[in-house]
């Protein structure tokens, strides 16, 4: 299968014929808005040269700027930050130069990054080593980036430095110095870039021992400023707490409140003992009350539970066995013997005695019971007296306890404040640095600025993208035809065919094939059709495989009369009009090529023809036709009637019933007849003529047809009522694969041309 032919076979996969529309369904719709990655490929494969020029200008840019740019050398230097510092007043953030109170390590050492870039440590640096002086610090290029340092008038002494040029010069300085503390470390980075690298080194000294001598000043200040404060609040406090005490012993004597604090003196002591020993009186007032109610009950079994040293034991288990024996001898001898009257009797003394034994236990128990009784009431009024005591004293103890708290206040922030007072004059004269040089600056040898490497690499990559995003911008702005889809989406007319760029070699022109170095379809030979100097070549195949869908388009009998147009001229309609001749010639069939472009035909000048009076003098009846028909040797069976002289009137020649009498002629003694038209668009000529032949080609130009002249051309066409077999892609490129089907893979694979494979065609 041919590069020519997918438009048919691709209506036929379809399901629709072959000429009908292959747009208008809603997938193909879809599939037009759709992007996917082989489309963005062809974009930039389209756009080569253009991404590859801007890769190259950006690339030399960034060489240039690399020449030009002033050469910065870096000097660094490495800090050891303690934020605790040696703080033996132990006062926050009175005394504490470095870090604040309720700050954590980071804040603190975020804080002295601050310090190190303060604008008054970076004025103690520029004065103390006079860098206004310096052309490198303080100067400017002559000639913008290059050229020798210019220095503005510098004052004999920096104080007289005007406000302005010391912003300029605070600002320098900012700008060129780095400041950053290391992760997790109590370690700072300083770095400082400068043309002089020694300068830069002095600077970052300089700056290390600048910090350095602020943050031991700041902390002898505090301290001394502390220490002083101290002194004046002791001799107040002193005062204070000689007051209070006084205040407090007057307030005992007038209460009568003696202890060591307000909860503990002699009346609540007093008060806590009675409460105890009326608690313990109560108690065993209850114990001796409940073991009275027992005693009460008169019972023998009852009181022995609460007496078991009692005889009443002794005296139950008598009464028990002489009850027995008494009944026994009632029963044998009956009551009047006088053994159990004898018992009787002991009986009645036996319960005498437990009687007495009953009445005695009850008599202690209660006078146990009333001498404890008395014994609480007793407590209970003293335990009320004395509470009574404290009830009147409770009013006087919160005073009590106001003035004793102030009082040990006092007196302990007294005693601290002294013992502060007295460690600040060795902390005022203690040197505690808290600032380690870990490394000083060394002298740089070689510069960070500009990094080549970095610069030339980023440029290539901002080329690049830029070169992408140009292409793409490019590929948008761009309003020709540049694939199938396009004319898919544009027309409802089918593609018919295509027919690869052109490219012709040293040797072609050396045998008179045109002075051209490369040549489109559309500026094609001089002299013969590609299909007669190559008939084996790729582009030889594509226009047989254009024949062959020609042929094809009709079920009964292919066309006779085919009219070949364009939307704008430079498509190539002329170039695919000969070579279409040409092949349908070499297939052994009469071929009449007409240049029907009576304004500007150019087949006679292509094919080196005698001019005649051609077409145009045969329809003013300066001749009969086929006077004017001339053929050429290398192309058999091929005729040839050229334009002619250019008429005034070419659209009232065309649109003539004289135009359809010839036609006719032509119709009855070829056996095809191909007619080159003018553009479609330009002029109304082809259209006259197209509704007179059987069917229209239209040609396309890839990157030169616009869209709109496309879809204008088709609805003119389709206005007029004229059967177009389909669209003709000319000047495709043979390496494009987009179009179903990839010359240079596949197409060599079938044509064994040995010129092609020397030059003719790239592959």
């Given at each position: 299968m041919?590069?020519?032919?997918?438009?048919?076979?691709?209506?036929?996969?379809?399901?629709?014929?072959?000429?009908?529309?292959?747009?208008?369904?809603?997938?193909?719709?879809?599939r037009?808005?759709?992007?996917?990655l082989?489309?963005?490929?062809?974009?930039l494969?389209?756009?080569?040269?253009?991404?590859?020029?801007?890769?190259?200008?950006?690339?030399?840019?960034?060489?240039?700027?690399?020449?030009?740019?002033?050469?910065?050398?870096?000097?660094?230097?490495?800090?050891?930050?303690?934020?605790?510092?040696?703080?033996?007043?132990?006062?926050?953030?009175?005394?504490?130069?470095?870090?604040?109170?309720?700050?954590?390590?980071?804040?603190?050492?975020?804080?002295?990054?601050?310090?190190?870039?303060?604008?008054?440590?970076?004025?103690?640096?520029?004065?103390?080593?006079?860098?206004?002086?310096?052309?490198?610090?303080?100067?400017?290029?002559?000639?913008?980036?290059?050229?020798?340092?210019?220095?503005?008038?510098?004052?004999?002494?920096?104080?007289?430095?005007?406000?302005?040029?010391?912003?300029?010069?605070?600002?320098?300085?900012?700008?060129?110095?780095?400041?950053?503390?290391?992760?997790?470390?109590?370690?700072?980075?300083?770095?400082?870039?400068?043309?002089?690298?020694?300068?830069a080194?002095?600077?970052?000294?300089?700056?290390?021992?600048?910090?350095?001598q602020?943050?031991?000043?700041?902390?002898?200040?505090?301290?001394?400023k502390?220490?002083?404060?101290?002194?004046?609040?002791?001799?107040?406090?002193?005062?204070?707490?000689?007051?209070?005490?006084?205040?407090?012993?007057?307030?005992?004597?007038?209460?009568?409140?003696?202890?060591?604090?307000?909860?503990?003196?002699?009346?609540?002591?007093k008060l806590?003992?009675?409460?105890?020993?009326?608690?313990?009186?109560?108690?065993?007032?209850?114990?001796?009350?409940?073991?009275?109610?027992?005693?009460?009950?008169?019972?023998?079994?009852?009181?022995?539970?609460?007496?078991?040293?009692s005889?009443?034991?002794?005296?139950?288990?008598?009464e028990?066995?002489?009850?027995?024996?008494?009944a026994?001898?009632?029963?044998?001898?009956?009551?009047?013997?006088?053994?159990?009257?004898?018992?009787?009797?002991?009986?009645?003394?036996?319960?005498?005695?437990?009687?007495?034994?009953?009445?005695?236990?009850?008599?202690?128990?209660?006078?146990?019971y009333?001498?404890?009784?008395?014994?609480?009431?007793?407590?209970?009024?003293?335990?009320?007296q004395?509470?009574?005591?404290?009830?009147?004293?409770?009013?006087?103890?919160?005073?009590?306890?106001i003035?004793?708290?102030?009082?040990?206040?006092?007196?302990?922030l007294?005693?601290?404040?002294?013992?502060?007072?007295?460690?600040?004059?060795?902390?005022?004269?203690?040197?505690?640095?808290?600032?380690?040089?870990?490394?000083p600056?060394t002298?740089?040898?070689?510069?960070?600025?500009?990094?080549?490497?970095?610069?030339?690499?980023?440029?290539?990559?901002?080329?690049?993208?830029?070169?992408?995003?140009?292409?793409?911008?490019?590929?948008?702005?761009?309003?020709?035809?540049?694939?199938?889809e396009?004319?898919?989406?544009?027309?409802?007319?089918?593609?018919?065919?295509?027919?690869?760029?052109?490219?012709l070699?040293?040797?072609?022109?050396?045998?008179?094939v045109?002075?051209?170095?490369?040549?489109?379809?559309?500026?094609?030979?001089?002299?013969?059709?590609?299909?007669?100097?190559?008939?084996?070549?790729?582009?030889?195949?594509?226009?047989?495989?254009?024949?062959?869908?020609?042929?094809l388009?009709?079920?009964?009998?292919?066309?006779?009369?085919?009219?070949?147009?364009?939307?704008?001229?430079?498509?190539?309609?002329?170039?695919?009009?000969?070579?279409?001749?040409?092949?349908?010639?070499?297939?052994?069939?009469?071929?009449?090529?007409?240049?029907?472009?009576?304004?500007?035909?150019?087949?006679?000048?292509?094919?080196?023809?005698?001019?005649?009076?051609?077409?145009?003098g045969?329809?003013?009846?300066?001749?009969?036709?086929?006077?004017?028909?001339?053929t050429?040797?290398?192309?058999?069976?091929?005729?040839?009637?050229?334009?002619?002289?250019?008429?005034?009137?070419?659209?009232d020649?065309?649109?003539?019933?004289?135009?359809?009498?010839?036609?006719?002629?032509?119709?009855?003694?070829?056996?095809?007849?191909?007619?080159?038209?003018?553009?479609?668009?330009?002029?109304?000529d082809?259209?006259?003529?197209?509704?007179?032949?059987?069917?229209?080609l239209l040609?396309?130009?890839?990157?030169?047809t616009?869209?709109?002249?496309?879809?204008?051309?088709?609805?003119l066409?389709?206005?007029?009522?004229?059967?177009?077999a389909?669209i003709?892609i000319?000047?495709?490129?043979?390496?494009?694969?987009y179009?179903?089907?990839?010359?240079?893979?596949?197409?060599a694979?079938?044509?064994?041309?040995g010129?092609?494979?020397?030059?003719?065609?790239?592959?």
């Amino acid at each position: 299968m041919s590069l020519v032919t997918q438009g048919r076979q691709e209506g036929r996969s379809s399901g629709m014929p072959y000429g009908t529309s292959m747009r208008g369904g809603p997938e193909t719709a879809a599939r037009s808005d759709e992007i996917s990655l082989s489309d963005l490929v062809r974009v930039l494969r389209r756009r080569t040269k253009t991404i590859i020029t801007t890769v190259v200008i950006v690339f030399l840019l960034g060489a240039s700027y690399c020449i030009v740019k002033t050469r910065r050398y870096e000097a660094m230097s490495d800090l050891a930050i303690y934020p605790e510092g040696s703080d033996a007043l132990d006062m926050g953030d009175v005394t504490a130069s470095i870090g604040g109170g309720g700050l954590d390590f980071d804040e603190k050492l975020e804080t002295q990054v601050r310090i190190l870039k303060s604008n008054s440590l970076a004025w103690s640096v520029i004065s103390e080593l006079r860098l206004d002086r310096e052309p490198t610090f303080a100067g400017h290029r002559k000639f913008i980036l290059f050229g020798p340092y210019v220095l503005p008038r510098v004052p004999e002494q920096i104080e007289k430095t005007d406000p302005e040029r010391q912003n300029q010069l605070l600002t320098k300085f900012s700008k060129s110095l780095t400041v950053q503390s290391i992760a997790r470390t109590q370690a700072v980075e300083i770095t400082f870039r400068d043309a002089n690298p020694a300068l830069a080194r002095e600077i970052v000294n300089h700056l290390s021992g600048a910090y350095a001598q602020r943050n031991f000043v700041t902390r002898f200040n505090n301290t001394m400023k502390a220490s002083d404060w101290l002194s004046g609040q002791l001799d107040q406090l002193k005062s204070k707490v000689g007051d209070s005490q006084t205040r407090l012993a007057k307030f005992q004597k007038e209460t009568g409140i003696f202890g060591t604090d307000e909860n503990d003196n002699l009346v609540l002591s007093k008060l806590d003992d009675l409460s105890k020993e009326l608690t313990d009186a109560e108690a065993d007032r209850i114990v001796k009350e409940a073991k009275y109610r027992v005693a009460q009950s008169g019972s023998p079994e009852l009181i022995g539970t609460i007496v078991p040293d009692s005889v009443l034991p002794v005296l139950r288990g008598q009464e028990a066995d002489l009850k027995n024996q008494l009944a026994q001898a009632n029963t044998e001898y009956g009551p009047h013997y006088p053994k159990v009257v004898q018992m009787q009797n002991q009986m009645a003394q036996l319960e005498k005695s437990l009687q007495k034994e009953v009445a005695d236990i009850q008599e202690r128990f209660h006078t146990d019971y009333e001498a404890s009784a008395a014994a609480e009431n007793q407590l209970r009024a003293s335990f009320e007296q004395q509470k009574q005591k404290a009830y009147d004293m409770s009013e006087g103890l919160s005073q009590y306890g106001i003035l004793k708290r102030e009082v040990e206040s006092g007196s302990d922030l007294y005693e601290d404040l002294l013992k502060k007072l007295k460690e600040a004059g060795v902390v005022a004269s203690l040197k505690a640095a808290t600032i380690d040089v870990i490394d000083p600056a060394t002298l740089p040898t070689k510069p960070v600025e500009p990094n080549i490497p970095l610069a030339l690499a980023l440029s290539v990559f901002l080329g690049l993208g830029s070169g992408v995003g140009l292409a793409f911008i490019s590929e948008n702005l761009d309003n020709t035809i540049r694939s199938t889809e396009d004319i898919e989406f544009l027309t409802t007319i089918p593609l018919f065919g295509w027919v690869p760029h052109i490219k012709l070699n040293q040797d072609s022109r050396a045998k008179g094939v045109g002075s051209m170095g490369k040549a489109t379809t559309a500026e094609a030979s001089n002299s013969l059709p590609i299909t007669v100097l190559r008939p084996n070549s790729q582009v030889s195949e594509a226009f047989r495989s254009l024949r062959t869908a020609l042929l094809l388009t009709s079920a009964r009998m292919p066309p006779k009369t085919i009219l070949i147009t364009s939307a704008l001229p430079g498509d190539g309609k002329t170039t695919v009009t000969m070579n279409l001749a040409t092949v349908l010639a070499q297939q052994g069939a009469r071929v009449l090529l007409v240049d029907a472009d009576l304004r500007r035909g150019l087949v006679a000048e292509r094919l080196n023809i005698k001019p005649n009076f051609g077409l145009s003098g045969a329809l003013a009846g300066a001749g009969i036709w086929r006077d004017a028909v001339e053929t050429i040797p290398e192309a058999q069976n091929l005729f040839i009637l050229q334009a002619g002289m250019r008429p005034p009137n070419s659209a009232d020649l065309l649109g003539s019933s004289k135009m359809h009498e010839l036609i006719e002629d032509w119709r009855a003694e070829f056996d095809h007849v191909i007619i080159d038209s003018s553009p479609c668009l330009a002029i109304t000529d082809a259209v006259l003529v197209a509704q007179k032949t059987d069917t229209v080609l239209l040609v396309s130009r890839i990157a030169h047809t616009p869209r709109a002249s496309l879809r204008r051309v088709a609805d003119l066409l389709r206005s007029s009522n004229v059967h177009v077999a389909g669209i003709v892609i000319n000047d495709v490129g043979v390496t494009d694969d987009y179009y179903g089907y990839a010359y240079s893979k596949y197409a060599a694979y079938y044509v064994d041309d040995g010129a092609s494979r020397n030059n003719d065609i790239p592959g």
